[in-house]
């Protein structure tokens, strides 16, 4: 079943000891300014989404319905701390939508309190109910997934870039969130690195249902195939996306898979072959139509040059999707 | 955490209304009869595997410890008709292990009454506690897995006869279980399609440890990488995994993936490239060894030129476990 939040949102930011801390946060802000009313910081929060410091009070009589917690203290569990404000968040009226591993609904005070007040308590890394296995059937309308060379390469990013260029161009499409950010940004989605293994391609069939022919679904991509740890994810969400088109997402700087020094960032080349034979599966046609890569380690000149080279090298459209935006992509899909 | 379970066990078969639904209890009194005091059945059960029918005090007295619910009503779910016996059951002394998709634990009736009497009740296909994320991290000793063109293709029958071969030939083999029947033919394991999707290859990694030098871990495969329900799963415990060798298992008489019309069986060679290419991540040394094809539905003239022909057109030693044993598998490991 998928997550649905009710916006706009009361942004969270704990006693976040520096900015990195309130990534989630940040990366709501930035794509969601519209729905994100303000910020609620405590003592000692080192973090600031340049948004308005907000009481709660204040937060709920502008019209907020959500209390996003989009930080992660040490461990990525929940502090002690918080739980007060969390209380009253929900006795002032408000859900709180959490992507801490730890659950809202396992604290004792706040699932008590949440009941009392009639209020949601929103886990998206824990998925409630249950999905049906994948079936591979064909569905109607068209999908574009990013898929990446390691995890945290740009796959959300640019699916977010591609889904509002469309949108700026009057084209049909939808971004589809698949991890926590991504569901906080658009109210909705489903964390399938969560979900049980059996259900995974199911799970991404259920976000991408049948739709207008013309209607374009931006898929968010997981991990890699060629990460030890996730390649089973990022293949069930392949399967499940069964995308017509690609678009590869790598970090240039990198040197090694993300938290495994042992293991290099394979080549494009071979990322680009690996996930258009292992699409091939569910849909014949799928291909990779463009590469983003994220440059924002490297100087302008070095930037472009890479960019020239890249696309020269796999004729095809290479683009940062914050230096130069996604428009080269949009263009090959019409 | 791997689940645990204690033998001798007293199978229940229920009410069960063909042999077909006793399925898995058939499968751990065919690999384990030694470990199978006998079997509990309800008024109409047409299921018999063939064991002496035993009441629960006989059972207890004979030292029965586990009772196994090794059978399926429709839906894989549970009967109302069997809580009284199970609570007789606990109220005994013995513990319950289940592999049903709905939880034992999650019945009240059984949850207070395994508390009050101090026994288990062990889900196997609801791993219980947390795993670590997998690491890829090259572990001693050797490792086999066997990989299937398609689910239901014999691939834990493969890997318990391979370990049967080798334990025979006084060679370290351990059989390691990562579906329900396999669980409960050794009493450990770990359900792998029912593991959060973020840590299937830890999950493996964990089932299978560093271990001596000359040491086969025989790993039982689950799904394949060509069915688009479970590609995912196949994946991640293929990386976690990280096998020395391989062994490609196929049902010849089947026209489609399992479930799927649509879906066509993919050719041998295909199936082999896909998962030796997919292995070479964690292990660049994984090649597959042999095959074992189910010849059920052939007569022994035609099982025999499938199995010849198939033999010579990969190179490759090709056995049914059934009709010819896996004893040339086997020597081609040494």
């Given at each position: ?34 729905d994100?009313?303000?910020q609620?910081?405590?003592?000692g ?5 340049g948004l ?7 937060a709920v ?46 604290i ?30 064909k ?23 591609l ?20 569901i ?28 207008d ?8 991509g ?5 990460h030890?740890?996730?390649a ?31 293991y ?21 046609a ?29 004729g095809?459209p290479?683009?940062?999707?914050v ?12």
């Amino acid at each position: 079943m998928l997550e649905s939040i009710n916006k706009p949102y009361l942004m969270f930011l704990g006693d976040a000891p520096d900015q990195l801390a309130a990534k989630t946060a940040a990366g709501v802000a930035h794509w969601c300014p519209q729905d994100c009313l303000g910020q609620l910081r405590l003592t000692g929060c080192q973090a600031d989404l340049g948004l308005p410091d907000l009481s709660m009070a204040t937060a709920v009589a502008q019209g907020a319905q959500t209390l996003i917690v989009g930080v992660a203290n040490r461990g990525g569990r929940f502090s002690e701390l918080w739980i007060d404000t969390l209380c009253d968040a929900l006795q002032a009226g408000l859900d709180i939508a959490s992507g801490l591993h730890n659950r809202l609904k396992a604290i004792p005070r706040l699932a008590e309190t949440a009941e009392r007040c009639g209020r949601r308590l929103i886990d998206v890394r824990h998925p409630v109910g249950e999905f049906d296995v994948g079936t591979g059937r064909k569905r109607t309308g068209k999908r574009l997934l990013t898929v990446g060379t390691d995890c945290s390469a740009g796959k959300m990013y640019t699916s977010l870039a591609l889904a509002q260029e469309m949108q700026q161009r009057h084209l049909a499409a939808t971004f589809r969130a698949t991890g926590q950010t991504g569901i906080f940004i658009v109210g909705s989605g489903v964390s399938v690195d969560a979900v049980v293994a059996d259900f995974i391609s199911g799970a991404v069939e259920e976000l991408s249902p049948d739709n207008d022919a013309e209607h374009w679904d931006l898929i968010e991509g997981q991990g890699s195939l060629f990460h030890p740890s996730f390649a089973g994810v990022s293949l069930g969400l392949l399967h499940g996306a069964q995308p017509d088109a690609l678009v590869l997402c790598h970090e240039p700087t990198r040197s090694h898979m993300r938290g495994l020094p042992e293991y290099p960032i394979p080549d494009l080349a071979a990322c680009i072959a690996a996930n258009e034979a292992a699409a091939h599966l569910t849909n014949p046609a799928a291909r990779v139509i463009g590469i983003a890569i994220n440059t924002a380690a490297l100087d302008a000149a070095a930037a472009q040059t890479l960019l020239t080279e890249t696309g020269a090298r796999f004729g095809l459209p290479c683009v940062d999707p914050v230096r130069t935006g996604v428009a080269p992509l949009v263009d090959v899909l019409w």
